[in-house]
């Protein structure tokens, strides 16, 4: 084909592109002007809609305690710390260290200025100690050995006594052995409520989230001596859990809202990885970080929540359904590597059903039968990656 003639073609379809493209201009303004109609005829295109924040960021910061009065009040607990076994994923039961045989433990909750007595009876083979993390007690009631006392031995119990401090989210934890002990689920969280109700906003919703991780061995073993796969995990935990429950078996205790609730979730981290926690559906305040109200409080819905970190949030529940609040870290929302699991969390409205047929999770809640936690999924995944190259010789899946 010759030069002239090339441009002779072009020459012909230069009228044709136009007219196709005075074409789809014309339909185009046809569809939205029709749409822009039906819009004005429902009154929806003239009417300024609210954002969703608008209520959010209209709520007062949470008030400050200056001084705090004795109550005279005393709240006295004893707690057994003793090795118990828990379901922390579908099919996943470990041994545990747990306070009253339960991870997280016994939520404690007092007033400002109250006479606190809380006793821990060591029912372990092993020594421990516990400390109230975030809190201003005297040195001797701090629980870190030997810096404030000597080990709680076996059989033994030790009292920390003191005067609650400021209003707040805290936990208690143990601070022996910590790595194995927190590990195998030694953790409660712990409120103070304030002593002067005024200023001290209502929320319709108040609950505690910790978030725990797993190796999924036993309590007690020796790490040392197990063949450990750390290939899928992040520095060998495998399984992440909200209140000592990954999902789905969150779903079994969802935070129940209804439509307007104002609602006040403590979110404390004791494993010790990171986690963005995010929300769906909604955005929220951080009113409080380590037991302290932040002045200005930020509107997000992305928090993290690092290892010991204490965040109080709170969101209007204006958006029903059914939403997840989970960790953006997607490491964290596997079950041993299967995923979805871990940290997810469900806030489930009232009246709300799900869109989907929520049988779909069915195989994730029945794992094989005889299955070992080490067993499940084991191994490395090796779906999306490139081998080529790779000397599989070379490569140490085991560390
Ligand atoms: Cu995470």
Redesign the pocket.
């Known amino acids: 084909m010759s030069q002239s003639n090339i441009e002779t073609n072009r020459n012909r379809w230069i009228p044709a592109v136009i007219v196709l493209a005075v074409v789809v201009l014309a339909v185009g303004g046809y569809l939205l002007a029709t749409r822009g109609a039906q819009l004005a005829g429902t009154g929806r295109a003239a009417e300024a809609v609210p954002l969703t924040t608008t209520e959010l960021r209209k709520l007062p910061a949470l008030p400050e305690t200056d001084a705090i009065k004795p109550t005279g009040k005393v709240f006295e607990r004893t707690i057994a710390i003793k090795e118990s076994r828990q379901e922390i994923a579908p099919g996943v039961t470990v041994k545990t260290f747990a306070f009253d045989g339960k991870t997280p433990g016994p939520l404690l909750r007092f007033t400002e200025g109250d006479t606190v007595k809380i006793t821990f009876k060591n029912e372990l083979k092993e020594p421990t100690a516990i400390h109230f993390h975030g809190m201003h007690l005297s040195a001797g009631m701090d629980g870190v050995p030997p810096l404030s006392q000597n080990p709680i031995q076996p059989g033994e119990s030790f009292t920390y006594e003191f005067v609650a401090p400021h209003a707040g989210t805290y936990m208690y934890h143990s601070h022996q052995n910590s790595i194995e002990q927190i590990d195998a689920g030694m953790y409660g969280a712990l409120i103070i409520d304030p002593q002067n109700p005024e200023g001290q906003p209502k929320f319709d919703k108040d609950e505690v989230w910790m978030?725990g991780a797993w190796t999924g061995m036993d309590a007690g073993m020796d790490m040392k001596d197990m063949e450990m796969d750390h290939s899928q995990g992040d520095m060998g935990y495998i399984y992440?859990t909200i209140n000592g429950k990954a999902f789905p078996l969150t779903m079994n205790e969802p935070l129940k809202v209804k439509k307007g609730d104002r609602v006040r979730l403590r979110l404390i981290n004791i494993?010790n990885?990171?986690?963005?926690?995010h929300l769906h559906g909604h955005d929220f305040r951080v009113i409080a970080k380590d037991g302290h109200p932040v002045k200005d409080p930020q509107v997000m819905n992305t928090i993290t929540v690092n290892p010991g970190e204490i965040y109080d949030i709170e969101f209007i529940a204006d958006n029903p359904g059914q939403w997840v609040f989970h960790?953006?870290?997607l490491?964290?929302?596997v079950n041993n590597g299967v995923e979805p699991g871990?940290?997810i969390g469900v806030i489930t409205y009232e009246g709300a059903k799900p869109f989907g047929d929520m049988k779909l999770l069915d195989p994730l809640l029945k794992p094989a039968a005889g299955q070992k936690p080490a067993e499940h999924g084991g191994g490395m995944k090796m779906e999306g990656m490139d081998m080529q190259g790779m000397d599989e010789s070379k490569m140490n899946m085991r560390n």
């Open positions: 978030l992440f494993s990885l990171v986690h963005p926690m960790c953006h870290q490491h964290h929302t871990g940290l």
